[in-house]
């Protein structure tokens, strides 16, 4: 089973920058695809970004140049890099990573970071 722990949320004005970071339990972190999702109250889930297993990224229309996510798989963590912070950034960020094995896809969740972006 593989398990995320979250870290580096909090408030941030507007134009301010965060990173968020989702470490891994396991030794197949090299393997996963790692992606970051938002929610914001009264809101559906929604897709920020994607990093695939061998580094490829992916982001959402709303925050393609400001937001950057890497991986470091010595370290087993993934990392969201939040710049040019908008208060509609404001929501729960949650870390997925995404295993398959012997054609079978489970999906793992972080326990969601708060980030705040106010005045």
């Known amino acids: 089973q593989v398990q995320l722990v979250e870290s580096g949320g909090g408030l941030v004005q507007p134009g301010g920058s965060l990173r968020l970071s989702c470490a891994a339990s396991?030794?197949?972190?090299?393997?996963?695809?790692m992606g970051w999702y938002r929610q914001a109250p009264g809101n559906q889930r929604e897709w920020v970004a994607t990093?695939?297993?061998?580094?490829?990224?992916k982001y959402a229309d709303s925050v393609k140049g400001r937001f950057t996510i890497s991986r470091d798989n010595a370290k087993n963590t993934a990392y969201l890099q939040m710049n040019s912070l908008k208060p509609e950034d404001t929501a729960v960020y949650y870390c997925?990573?995404?295993?398959?094995?012997?054609?079978?896809?489970?999906?793992?969740w972080g326990q969601g970071s708060q980030v705040n972006v106010s005045s």
């Open positions: 990093i695939i297993a061998y580094g490829s990224t």
């Open positions: 396991g030794r197949l972190f090299s393997t996963l695809h």
């Open positions: 997925k990573a995404q295993q398959s094995t012997l054609g079978t896809t489970y999906d793992y």
